[in-house]
T-cell receptor, first 112, second 118 residues
């Protein structure tokens, strides 16, 4: 059974810092991996989707990498801003058309 | 991108009543819809998989007679929480899968429904 973990569980940084969020999954046979952002009491915002054949994806200040063989992904946030404060969720899909398995999330606070 | 809506966005009900939550794909047809539940300060957990025109598949520990799922069309799935109790209070989120060979086989999430049972 696929299990997804995320480290750290919570992170508090001053504005402007670059930071890395980590995601690990136990079954490397994934179809794709996606990073989401969730603001308190809100739904999910898709940030980056990485297909199993890809190594990384970039969008603005965000960069996500995938090392499928080791079961790891990292989300890199450059020049963090207070508006980045949210919970970041990593999720994997095992096969075409199947559900996501979510990690527990990393709660990020960026202090002005 | 594709849009998925949920209605209502929040609902408060008395214990013992039933609540229906709708999940709609607005600009695409969804072969499959997934229902997730998120308790406070926890991550999303899959409740059931809903395929158009067939019975839903429930995850272990989810009571199918309590959480009724209907996927009568390619754009609408409903989750009915029957005889709701305070422990059913949660954030319910659906996602819809296009089922096509699109570039990324993406699934799209609804904004969620906050259920509070008094």
């Amino acid at each position: 059974k696929q299990e997804v973990t995320q480290i750290p569980a919570a992170l508090s940084v001053p504005e402007g810092e670059n930071l890395v969020l980590n995601c690990s999954f136990t079954d490397s046979a994934i179809y794709n991996l996606q990073w989401f952002r969730q603001d308190p009491g809100k739904g999910l915002t898709s940030l980056l989707l990485i297909q199993s054949s890809q190594r990384e994806q970039t969008s603005g200040r965000l960069n996500a990498s995938l090392d499928k063989s080791s079961g790891r992904s990292t989300l890199y946030i450059a020049a963090s801003q207070p508006g980045d404060s949210a919970t970041y969720l990593c999720a994997v899909v095992h096969n075409y058309g199947q559900n996501f398995v979510f990690g527990p999330g990393t709660r990020l606070s960026v202090l002005p | 991108g594709a849009v998925v809506s949920q209605h209502p966005s929040w609902v408060i009900c008395k214990s013992g009543t039933s609540v229906k939550i709708e999940c709609r794909s607005l600009d695409f047809q969804a072969t499959t819809m997934f229902w997730y539940r998120q308790f406070p300060k926890q991550s999303l957990m899959l409740m059931a998989t809903s395929n158009e025109g067939s019975k839903a598949t429930y995850e272990q520990g989810v009571e199918k007679d309590k959480f009724l799922i209907n996927h009568a069309s390619l754009t609408l799935s409903t989750l009915t929480v029957t005889s709701a109790h305070p422990e059913d209070s949660s954030f319910y989120i659906c996602s819809a899968w296009t089922g096509t060979s699109g570039t990324y086989n993406e699934q799209f999430f609804g904004p969620g429904t906050r259920l509070t049972v008094l």
